[in-house]
Structure formats: C-alpha cells, structure tokens
C-alpha cells in the first residue's frame, strides 16, 4: 500500500509545472515593513511606497510608538485599496 501510494504522488508531484506558481505583486504580504524600516516612514509615507512598488497586501506587525498612528494607517490603507492581511502581536 506505501509504494502504491507513493507511486501516486510522484505522478501528481511531476504533473504541477512550476511556471503555474504565479510570484505576482498581487500574491505578496508584506511582513515587518513597520518596526524594521530603515526610513523610519511615517504611514503616510508608508502607504505611498507601498502604492509604487505595487504591493496591495501587509500585515502591520508594530511596536509601541506606532500605536497613535494605527488609525490613520487603516484609514490611508483602505483609501488606497491596501490589504492590512494580518495584526502581529508585539511581545
């Protein structure tokens, strides 16, 4: 039973071209683009770099000074149809 069903996924494996694994702009969270900015930006600069580089999706992984401007960063993020993906808790 082992060796057929192994059989099996070594068929299915060689039938996934890697040319449909699509690395678009689209497909991409940004992670951590907030406490380990070497620019320190402000969320309106963030949201704007974020905007030319063409990622529409981050997850706002923060520290404490950043928790005054969080509101204005959802509020910037949903004007510009960015994705806030996921909140990381700061420990």
């Not at 704007?48 to 960063?73: C, P, Q, V």
Request: some cysteine; proline content about 2%; glycine content about 2%.
């Amino acid at each position: 039973m082992n060796k057929l069903l192994l059989a099996l996924i070594i068929v299915l494996a060689s039938q996934i071209s890697y040319a449909q694994i699509e690395f678009k702009t689209e497909n991409i969270v940004a992670w951590c683009i907030v406490p380990f900015d070497k620019e320190r930006r402000e969320p309106t600069e963030r949201i704007k770099m974020l905007n030319e580089i063409g990622i529409r999706n981050y997850a706002y992984d923060w520290r404490t000074e950043h928790i005054s401007s969080f509101a204005e960063e959802i509020k910037l993020a949903r004007q510009n149809n960015i994705n806030i993906e996921g909140i990381s808790e700061y420990n």
